[in-house]
């Protein structure tokens, strides 16, 4: 009996907006300083996408610098899988935005929304059409522009969120590569402590809300605080018991981008040193599921990626839902 393919991420790319949005211009916007913002967040800026700008086009910018790293052309993908709370329309999806951007005519497309944990489920979702030899070539775009949907009269949450889209291409890859283990879950029960209305609300979402702003983020923060700080610890040691590694394994861990505090206190309970624990929460901010595939690729770009590393994926966000996942990268 052959073997199933094993899926793994053969290019990266991704792309922040040029615009800054930094804790100093905060501090003229919304009662806050820059010292609470550090110390309770480890955001220092953001990046914030212009308003005419769709955001399509920084997703497929970021998709075709994914496509030219594969080595491969758009005309190569099969199937793209777009990730995102914030997409322009609810039709047509921001996949088939971004299909039509890059002119990947064969591919089927579709959005996938699990909030920030969006690009470990999508992972998931690609790997099962490469194993079962479905798909040659899937791109996962995963942006975001949460500046659409902050209210920044909220100081609870404006501080938090920016914009950006990062993008892979998985594809079958040698045995000894590519997607080890994946773990994915939600917790529906508790999905009201953050919400985004769309095309219904109810009183107690208005209540939550300054007056005239609905459509905007609303969380209660020790909540998911609290959820998260457990979440990411446990999810990463499960993903580690399925792989058959341990923490001393890995050479990097990618976590979503939400809060410092989270990180180190994720990095403490696994045991880990925070130079293991990428990120670039400090100029980035929170930007949802793009924030792994971002990570993804800067560390790419910066060449601390060999061929053989062992990686943690791990993500917690809306819905709730979290997910992880174990990898041996196979790009050189």
């Known amino acids: 009996m052959t073997k199933p393919y094993k899926a793994g991420i053969i290019g990266t790319g991704s792309t922040l907006p040029e615009t800054k949005l930094t804790n100093l211009q905060l501090e003229h916007i919304v009662e806050t300083t820059d010292e609470w913002i550090m110390k309770r967040t480890g955001i220092r800026e953001r990046c914030i996408l212009d308003k005419e700008v769709p955001l399509a086009k920084l997703a497929a910018d970021a998709a075709a610098k994914a496509i030219e790293d594969a080595g491969i052309t758009a005309a190569d993908i099969d199937l793209i899988i777009a990730t995102t709370v914030t997409p322009d329309y609810l039709t047509p999806s921001l996949a088939c935005c971004v299909q039509k951007e890059i002119q990947a005519?064969?591919?089927?497309?579709?959005?996938?929304?699990?909030?920030?944990?969006?690009?470990?489920?999508?992972?998931?979702?690609?790997?099962?059409?490469?194993?079962?030899?479905?798909?040659?070539?899937i791109l996962i775009v995963s942006a975001e522009a949460l500046s659409r949907v902050t209210d920044y009269e909220d100081r609870k949450t404006c501080v938090l969120f920016g914009d950006g889209a990062g993008a892979v291409v998985v594809s079958a890859v040698s045995q000894e590569y590519g997607i080890e283990a994946s773990i994915i879950g939600a917790k529906g029960e508790d999905g009201g402590v953050l919400t985004i209305p769309c095309c219904?609300?109810?009183?107690?979402?208005l209540e939550k809300r300054n007056e005239g702003k609905v459509q905007v983020i609303w969380m209660d923060g020790s909540e998911v605080f609290t959820f998260a700080s457990r979440i990411m610890a446990e999810s990463t040691?499960?993903?580690?018991?399925?792989?058959?590694?341990?923490?001393?394994?890995?050479?990097?861990?990618?976590?979503?981008?939400?809060?410092?505090?989270?990180?180190?206190?994720?990095?403490?309970?696994?045991?880990?040193?925070?130079?293991?624990?990428?990120?670039?929460?400090?100029?980035?901010?929170?930007?949802?599921?793009?924030?792994?595939?971002?990570?993804?690729?800067?560390?790419?770009?910066?060449?601390?990626?060999?061929?053989g590393d062992k990686l943690v994926l791990v993500a917690f966000g809306g819905g709730l839902t979290y997910g992880a996942v174990t990898i041996t990268w196979s790009k050189n």
């Open 200 to 205: 219904y609300w109810n009183d107690e979402d």
């Open 237 to 307: 040691e499960q993903v580690l018991e399925k792989s058959g590694l341990t923490p001393q394994d890995i050479q990097f861990v990618f976590p979503h981008q939400a809060n410092i505090r989270i990180l180190q206190n994720a990095a403490k309970r696994l045991g880990l040193s925070m130079d293991k624990i990428y990120s670039n929460l400090e100029y980035t901010g929170n930007i949802s599921s793009a924030s792994i595939p971002v990570c993804l690729d800067e560390a790419a770009q910066k060449k601390l990626l060999k061929k």
């Open 105 to 137: 005519a064969r591919a089927a497309a579709f959005d996938l929304n699990a909030a920030c944990t969006g690009f470990i489920y999508a992972l998931q979702v690609a790997q099962e059409f490469i194993k079962n030899g479905t798909y040659k070539h």
